[in-house]
């Protein structure tokens, strides 16, 4: 079987639907010269958010994204809780995790600056220390989103599934991550 190709909009979506079953919803899309399709000229995620009142497409996102080149693929943190940080601290977290985790922990990039760790479902409070609270947020619930590749700046440190069969990975507690996340904080100048 080959890897998992998620710069292609229709693939990825098939993966986030169907294999790992997140439900989706079709974000903003960037243009090079014109920015984010928000119209916001300072957007701080140009073609990596959601629409307002966009439906969530448990199925048919694959198609749904043809009439939509270029739009990020959003998913609300319902299945699981995503804790974002600066990316400095996430990937000091990361190196310990990699070592120490029992199974890989889902790691998203945004750009340059931030990055963010997947974590099981309303569990995601429970990684933070009076330390690492100040840096570290923590989104749950429907109303929480986060953009997945191929979205604009948004790509995959350690994805969600084992390649090549594309099982979807465990999640940890927050409380599995707390430590790693509490040294990353400590060791971590910002």
Request: hydrophobic share 40%; proline share 12%; aromatic share 6%.
């Amino acid at each position: 079987m080959e890897p998992i190709n998620v710069r292609d909009p229709q693939t990825a979506a098939r993966v986030y639907t169907q294999t790992l079953k997140w439900p989706l919803t079709i974000g903003h899309r960037y243009r090079p010269r014109a920015g984010c399709t928000c119209g916001e000229s300072g957007c701080p995620f140009p073609g990596a958010h959601p629409i307002l009142g966009a439906s969530s497409f448990p199925k048919g996102v694959a198609e749904a994204i043809q009439n939509e080149p270029g739009a990020g693929l959003i998913a609300s943190t319902v299945v699981f809780d995503a804790l974002v940080m600066p990316r400095a601290v996430c990937m000091t977290a990361m190196v310990r995790l990699d070592a120490e985790a029992p199974v890989p922990v889902p790691c998203l990039l945004f750009g340059k600056a931030a990055a963010a760790l997947l974590v099981l479902p309303g569990t995601g409070r429970h990684a933070l220390t009076i330390r690492s609270a100040a840096a570290v947020d923590v989104r749950t619930g429907p109303e929480q989103w986060v953009a997945l590749p191929p979205s604009q700046g948004t790509r995959w440190d350690t994805p969600p599934w084992a390649d090549p069969a594309g099982e979807p990975v465990r999640l940890l507690h927050g409380s599995d991550v707390k430590p790693h996340l509490h040294v990353a904080c400590v060791r971590t100048p910002r």
